[in-house]
């Protein structure tokens, strides 16, 4: 089985500040690791992931996240906010090729004029 | 192409009142996944299912939650003699095929249930 920890639960951040949004995981076998963004009554909408290869993954908006395999993490970082960028941010795994993503808690990002 | 579709975006049912949730998947979509998702907490997997199929329900509650995903029509999560403790927000998503290299899950906006 796997779980997934996002160890912040609300993150302010003034606007064109950098952020980082901290994800670890346990898994006993091979994963693909998803950051999803939920804006407010909205589904959830995939930002980035990784499958294999490069261990830095980029969304199109300027989010980055990277697999740390020793420390069993995939933090997502952006060097610069914006306001459209509040949000609510989950971490998620599967098994590699899975049938079901495990999420983690969620980080709510207030960004701040 | 539309995304995956669900209905209503809210539903307000008394206790002990069924509720339906549907879930139309993408175009050509015909896995389907249902999620939980309790107040101020992250999504949990509920149930997986292909076309006329249930692959994996070790999310699901074991009473009155039950879902179908017929040839025709769009996929249901069902659930009989509602509680409180049923209002959550329950969102859909739906992949080509399993979630991997070159497939990914898309969500739904959800279905907002409020027990009353």
């Known amino acids: 089985a796997q779980s997934v920890t996002q160890l912040d639960s609300q993150v302010p951040v003034f606007e064109e500040a950098p952020v980082e949004l901290r994800c670890n995981y346990s898994s006993s076998v091979s994963v693909y690791l998803f950051w999803y963004v939920q804006y407010p009554n909205q589904g959830l909408q995939l930002l980035l992931k990784?499958?294999?290869?490069?261990?830095l993954v980029e969304s199109i908006n300027g989010f980055e996240a990277e697999f740390n395999k020793s420390q069993t993490s995939f933090h997502l970082r952006k060097p610069s906010v914006h306001i459209s960028d509040t949000a609510e941010y989950f971490c998620a795994v599967s098994k590699a090729a899975g049938n079901k993503l495990t999420f983690g808690g969620g980080t709510r990002v207030l960004v701040k004029p | 192409n539309a995304g995956v579709m669900q209905n209503p975006r809210h539903l307000v049912r008394r206790r002990g009142q069924e509720a339906r949730l549907r879930c139309s998947p993408m175009k050509g979509h015909s896995h389907v996944y249902w999620y939980r998702q309790l107040p101020e907490e992250g999504l949990k997997f509920m149930v997986y299912l292909q076309k006329e199929n249930i692959i994996d329900e070790s999310g699901m509650p074991k009473e009155r939650f039950s879902a179908e995903f017929p040839k025709e029509g769009p996929s249901i999560l069902r659930i009989q003699q509602v509680v409180r403790g049923d209002s959550a927000a329950y969102f859909c998503a739906s992949s080509l095929a399993l979630v991997g290299v070159r497939t990914e899950a898309f969500f739904g906006q959800g279905t907002r249930l409020t027990v009353v």
């Open positions: 990784y499958l294999s290869g490069s261990t």
